[in-house]
C-alpha cells in the first residue's frame, strides 16, 4: 500500500567534525518513508498523483537515467495503485544492460524505452511530447525527476515536519539536487537552502531551481555548489567511498553514491573548511534512493 511512514525521524549527527565544530548537524530521514517510494520521490509525487486520479488518467509517462531513483519510485507506485507505468530511458546501451534499477522498474510492469541521449534532451519540447502522447494514447506525464509546480507542497510539508521535531527553524537545509525540485520546495518557504548537484557541470541547477521556486527571495536563500559530483551523475571515486563507510560505521545510516552521499561528503567538508558559524543548526536530507547501493557504476 502507498501509505508512508511520517513524521520521518530527525536524527542527530554527534562525530568528531560536528563536535569539533560546534555545529549542530541533523538528518532527516527520509529514506524510510516508504519501502519502495521512498525519500524525496515521495514527496514529490504525492500531490501529482492526486491530480493524475482526479484527471481520471490511467497511465503515467516519465523520464531519467538508468539509476534514475524516479523511475523506480513511480514504477512502483504505478504498481501498487493499478496504473500502465512507461519509462523513457536515456541512453540506448542500457537496453542490452539493464541496471538493478531498470531491472526492478521492469518487474514492476514499467514499459521501457531506450532513446538516445540527443533524442533524450529533447524531453521538453513540445512536438516531441505531442509524438509521446499520440503513440501512448495520452498519457500523464511526469517531469524528469517529477519536479513541478505540484511537488513543491509535498516538500513544504517535510520543513513543517522538521520544525515541529525541532521546535524551532534550523539555520540551513541541505540536499542533494538532481533536476532541483526538492531545493525549489525548501526554497519556496523561504528556508536558505544548501544544495549539492549530483551532475557535472551542475551550475545550470540554479536557474532551474529558482525558476521553479518562483518565490521571493529565492536567489537570496540559494547556494549551490558544484565541486562535488565526482565525476558526475551515478559516478564515484575511493574518497567518496570511503567516507560513505566511515560515515555508515559511525551513524549505522545507509547511503547511495548518486545523492546523499555525495550531499553528506560536501556538507562535512565545509564544516571541516569552517564555512558554518558555531552553534549554526543544520538539516542535512536524506532523500532515499538506496536501490543505488546495489550497484556502484556509471550512467554516463
Not at 275 to 290: D, N, V
Request: with cysteine; aromatic share 10%; glycine share 10%.
Amino acid at each position: 500500500m502507498l501509505i508512508p511512514n511520517l513524521p520521518t525521524p530527525l536524527q542527530p549527527l554527534l562525530d568528531d567534525v560536528t563536535l569539533k565544530a560546534n555545529v549542530r548537524l541533523f538528518i532527516k530521514r527520509d529514506d524510510l518513508i516508504h519501502p519502495t517510494v521512498s525519500g524525496n520521490k515521495w514527496r514529490k509525487l504525492k500531490y501529482v498523483l492526486q491530480d493524475v486520479q482526479t484527471k481520471g488518467f490511467k497511465t503515467l509517462l516519465t523520464f531519467g537515467g538508468a539509476w534514475s531513483n524516479h523511475l523506480y519510485a513511480t514504477a512502483a507506485v504505478g504498481k501498487l495503485l493499478g496504473m500502465k507505468t512507461i519509462g523513457i530511458v536515456r541512453g540506448e546501451e542500457y537496453r542490452e544492460k539493464m541496471t538493478p534499477t531498470l531491472q526492478f522498474c521492469a518487474s514492476q510492469g514499467m514499459e521501457l524505452f531506450f532513446i538516445s541521449r540527443e533524442n533524450y534532451r529533447r524531453k521538453g519540447d513540445s512536438d516531441f511530447l505531442e509524438n509521446l502522447k499520440e503513440n501512448f494514447t495520452n498519457p500523464y506525464f511526469i517531469p524528469e525527476g517529477g519536479s513541478t509546480p505540484l511537488a513543491l507542497p509535498g516538500v513544504r510539508e517535510l520543513v513543517e515536519e522538521v520544525e515541529i521535531q525541532l521546535r524551532r527553524s534550523p539555520n540551513y537545509y541541505a540536499l542533494a539536487a538532481g533536476t532541483g525540485g526538492t531545493a525549489a520546495g525548501i526554497l519556496a518557504t523561504s528556508a536558505p537552502t544548501l544544495a549539492f548537484s549530483a551532475l557535472k557541470n551542475g551550475g545550470f541547477l540554479r536557474n532551474e531551481i529558482l525558476n521553479l521556486a518562483n518565490a521571493e527571495g529565492a536567489a537570496e536563500s540559494l547556494q549551490l555548489f558544484t565541486d562535488y559530483h565526482f565525476g558526475g551523475y551515478a559516478k564515484h571515486k575511493p574518497e567518496l567511498s570511503n567516507f560513505m563507510q566511515d560515515f555508515e560505521q559511525k551513524h549505522g545510516i545507509p547511503l547511495e553514491h548518486v545523492y546523499t552521499g555525495k550531499m553528506l561528503y560536501g556538507l562535512y567538508d565545509l564544516i571541516k573548511k569552517g564555512f558554518f558559524q558555531k552553534e549554526t543548526t543544520i538539516i542535512a536530507i536524506h532523500t532515499g534512493g538506496l536501490q543505488g547501493r546495489s550497484g556502484m557504476m556509471s550512467d554516463e
